[in-house]
């Protein structure tokens, strides 16, 4: 008689056969075998990143660089540019900097080994899990979100997930397939977004309720448990200057290769502070201040704190500003600014 485990995972994997969400990156061969190479690019894309943002840039992504050769190609600046919008730069350098050792060390294959696999930059276990797992068919589970919800659900874990972490594992080991691993793991993840959801699970409709402990103690709305406790994001405080030549273009810069936003484009900042009275006007701007009109505040958050932006527009005629950048006004969506930026252009002209 199978065990549970076998009985759930026959049962995903006979589920996604019919279920199984369309995604470009799940594109088969002849052979009907996904391409390792597009799994790879999409697990960088989908760290942090919900499938519905990626989707479409993942497309234009294969068009401008369909295999690793071409990529390994690009410089960082390209690799940039196109990333605007998904945020969370350091993905992309990662990314290139990857491509760019399998192209040298790996004769442009991904390589098959986890060994192998967790030295590139950007890849961490679970990346490294997933390329093996889905990319290969290689008998491992890498723990998404997704999975680590249906696992606390199906053992009735009254826990927070960061407590458990070990404990999934071990729990996940057990599911692994030695012939379906790739549409074993996908069917994980498309049952955790469309059926164990993380508010309101469609429990009447679920297909191995039966083996569910939180469903049989009626705990599945409250798990997984959360953190009780509330972070609060710290606030930091800038003023940028969006500055406009009579022949249309606004002046730029490229911002430090570390950090933040790293070798972005961006129109001229303070730099950024936790204390608003700490904040000391731009160097370049200091000369031409005068010319410069506030547009108001603007907010914007990222991962771990908030920006609030005070917005300085006006005109200026281009040889007051030797040395300088300047990109056509018309351009600058398609620059590599990335979105904070482009949302304060967009405010101030």
């Known amino acids: 008689m199978f065990n549970k485990e076998n009985q759930v995972k026959n049962f995903l994997i006979e589920w996604y056969s019919v279920n199984a969400r369309i995604l470009p990156w799940r594109k088969k061969n002849k052979d009907k075998y996904l391409n390792p190479y597009f799994v790879f690019v999409s697990e960088y894309m989908l760290q942090q990143t919900t499938v519905n943002t990626v989707k479409n840039k993942f497309k234009d992504f294969i068009i401008k660089w369909p295999n690793i050769d071409k990529l390994a190609k690009a410089t960082e600046p390209q690799i940039l540019k196109f990333w605007a919008g998904l ?189 608003k009275k700490l904040l000391t006007t731009d160097k370049e701007i200091q000369k031409i201040k005068k010319n410069l009109k506030s547009k108001g505040l603007f907010e914007y958050s990222f991962s771990h704190f908030d920006l609030e932006t005070e917005i300085f527009y006006g005109s200026v005629k281009k040889a007051k500003l030797t040395n300088s950048n300047w990109i056509k006004k018309s351009a600058y969506f398609n620059s590599r600014m990335p979105t904070v930026m482009k949302k304060i252009v967009e405010i101030a002209v």
């Open 87 to 275: 945020g969370y730069y350091s993905r992309a350098r990662n990314l290139l900097k990857s491509a760019k050792i399998i192209n040298k060390n790996f004769k442009n294959k991904i390589p098959q080994s986890y060994d192998e696999l967790i030295t590139l930059p950007g890849v961490g276990d679970y990346t490294a899990k997933a390329i093996l797992g889905i990319g290969f068919n290689k008998p491992v589970i890498p723990l998404d979100a997704n999975i680590e919800r249906i696992l606390v659900r199906l053992h009735a874990i009254n826990k927070p997930i960061n407590k458990v972490k070990n404990k999934l594992k071990d729990l996940g080991s057990k599911f692994k397939s030695n012939k379906y691993s790739s549409s074993l793991i996908q069917s994980f993840m498309d049952y955790g977004s469309e059926i164990c959801l993380p508010r309101n699970p469609r429990c009447d409709i679920c297909g191995i309720n039966k083996f569910c402990q939180s469903y049989k103690k009626k705990l599945q709305l409250k798990i997984p448990k959360k953190l009780k406790k509330k972070i609060i994001k710290p606030v930091k405080y800038t003023r940028a200057y969006v500055v406009i030549n009579e022949k249309n273009e606004i002046l730029v810069r490229v911002r430090p290769s570390k950090g933040m936003l790293a070798s972005m484009l961006e129109v001229p900042n303070d730099v950024w502070v936790k204390n």
